[in-house]
C-alpha cells in the first residue's frame, strides 16, 4: 500500500493553446480539470500501474466540493479531510506551437491548528499496521509545497508517524521543508536541481545532496531535466554517485515529470525492490513517460520500451 499526503491539494486546470503571445488575447478549447497537487499525481500514476494506494488531502469550499467529486469520478481510493479554506487552482497553459508549459499556482491558505490536527489524525489512521495484513507498513509519500503559515512541527510530525509505524517515507518538499524533511529522517528526497541549490545554497547537486544525507536522509533522487536524475546514498562526505540519461530529450508537458518519478520509487519499495539503481532506472523512465502525456497524474504506456533505453553510470566523487 502505498499512502499519500497532500498538504496543499489544487484544482488543477489545463489549457492548450496554439502559442501564447505576452499581452495578447488567446482562444482555447474547455479546460481540462481534475484533482491534482503533487500527492494525487503521484497516487494516480501508481495505482494506474497497479499499486494499491490511498491519497490523503484536505479539500474545502467550492472548489473542494469540485476536488471531491473529480476524484470520486476517477475512482481513486482517497481520504478527505474538511478544511474551512478554499482549495486552490492551479493553471497550466500548453504553448502547442513550442511544447512549453506556462503554470500559475494560487498558493493556497494554511488549515487551522485543528484541521491540521485532523489531518494528522487521518494520516495516523491509514499508515496503522494491519495485522490481518500481510503486506507490511504502507509506503508514506508527503510531496508538494506547504501553505504559507504551516507550523513549522507539522512535516516533522507526518515523517515520525510514518517512521513509528514502520514506514518506508519518501518526502518531495523544498525550500526549508526540504532540510526538515532530512532532519526527521525521511528515507527518500527527490529535489530537482533547482530546489536542492535553494534549500542547501549549494550549485552542486552532489554536494548539495551529501547535505541532506548528513542530515538524515538515506537516498536523494535529483532531477536534473534534461541532463537526466542522480541517485546519490552512502557517506555525506564521499557519497556514492548513480547518473541515469536517456538516449534523447522527450518534448511535451514536464508539470508531472517528478511526481512520476516519486511513484516510480515509492511502487517498488512498496513491492520490496530497494536497490538505488533499480529506484533510478525506473524513475527515470516513469519520469520521461510523464512528459508524453497531456496532464500530469499520467504516464505514456512505453515506459518500458523507455526504460530499456536509460543508460545508468556511476560518478566518480573524488
Given at each position: 500500500?502505498?499512502?499519500?499526503?497532500?498538504?496543499?491539494?489544487?484544482?488543477?486546470?489545463?489549457?492548450?493553446?496554439?502559442?501564447?503571445?505576452?499581452?495578447?488575447?488567446?482562444?482555447?478549447?474547455?479546460?481540462?480539470?481534475?484533482?491534482?497537487?503533487?500527492?494525487?499525481?503521484?497516487?494516480?500514476?501508481?495505482?494506474?500501474?497497479?499499486?494499491?494506494?490511498?491519497?490523503?488531502?484536505?479539500?474545502?469550499?467550492?472548489?473542494?466540493?469540485?476536488?471531491?467529486?473529480?476524484?470520486?469520478?476517477?475512482?481513486?481510493?482517497?481520504?478527505?479531510?474538511?478544511?474551512?479554506?478554499?482549495?486552490?487552482?492551479?493553471?497550466?497553459?500548453?504553448?502547442?506551437?513550442?511544447?512549453?508549459?506556462?503554470?500559475?499556482?494560487?498558493?493556497?491558505?494554511?488549515?487551522?491548528?485543528?484541521?491540521?490536527?485532523?489531518?494528522?489524525?487521518?494520516?495516523?489512521?491509514?499508515?496503522?499496521?494491519?495485522?490481518?495484513?500481510?503486506?507490511?507498513?504502507?509506503?508514506?509519500?508527503?510531496?508538494?509545497?506547504l501553505p504559507a503559515g504551516t507550523p513549522d512541527g507539522i512535516l516533522p510530525s507526518l515523517i515520525a508517524l510514518g517512521r513509528d509505524a514502520g514506514c518506508i517515507v519518501i518526502a518531495d518538499t523544498s525550500g526549508p521543508a526540504l532540510l526538515a524533511a532530512a532532519d526527521a529522517g525521511a528515507t527518500v528526497l527527490k529535489p530537482n536541481r533547482h530546489e536542492l541549490a535553494d534549500a542547501t545554497g549549494l550549485d552542486d547537486p552532489v554536494a548539495g545532496a551529501g547535505v541532506l544525507l548528513g542530515r538524515g536522509a538515506e537516498l536523494v533522487l535529483v532531477s536534473l531535466g534534461p541532463d537526466g536524475m542522480l541517485a546519490v546514498t552512502g557517506d555525506a562526505e564521499r557519497p556514492e554517485v548513480l547518473r541515469a540519461r536517456l538516449p534523447r530529450t522527450l518534448a511535451g508537458n514536464p508539470t508531472g515529470a517528478g511526481d512520476a518519478a516519486v511513484a516510480a520509487c515509492a511502487a517498488l519499495m512498496d513491492a520490496g525492490v530497494t536497490e538505488p539503481e533499480s529506484l533510478l532506472r525506473r524513475a527515470t523512465a516513469w519520469s520521461a513517460a510523464a512528459v508524453l502525456m497531456p496532464l500530469a497524474g499520467e504516464i505514456h504506456p512505453s515506459w518500458p520500451e523507455i526504460e530499456d533505453s536509460v543508460t545508468v553510470q556511476k560518478e566518480d566523487t573524488r
Open positions: 500500500m502505498i499512502v499519500t499526503v497532500t498538504p496543499n491539494p489544487a484544482v488543477d486546470l489545463t489549457w492548450h493553446v496554439e502559442r501564447i503571445v505576452a499581452g495578447g488575447t488567446h482562444r482555447a478549447d474547455a479546460a481540462r480539470t481534475r484533482a491534482g497537487g503533487k500527492g494525487l499525481n503521484v497516487a494516480r500514476v501508481a495505482a494506474a500501474e497497479g499499486a494499491a494506494v490511498l491519497a490523503v488531502a484536505t479539500a474545502g469550499g467550492a472548489t473542494g466540493d469540485e476536488f471531491a467529486a473529480e476524484l470520486a469520478t476517477a475512482g481513486l481510493p482517497h481520504l478527505l479531510v474538511p478544511v474551512a479554506a478554499a482549495t486552490r487552482r492551479s493553471v497550466a497553459l500548453v504553448d502547442e506551437s513550442l511544447g512549453d508549459t506556462t503554470i500559475v499556482n494560487e498558493r493556497g491558505v494554511a488549515p487551522r491548528p485543528e484541521e491540521w490536527a485532523a489531518l494528522t489524525d487521518a494520516v495516523a489512521l491509514a499508515v496503522r499496521p494491519d495485522e490481518e495484513s500481510e503486506s507490511g507498513a504502507p509506503v508514506l509519500v508527503i510531496s508538494g509545497s
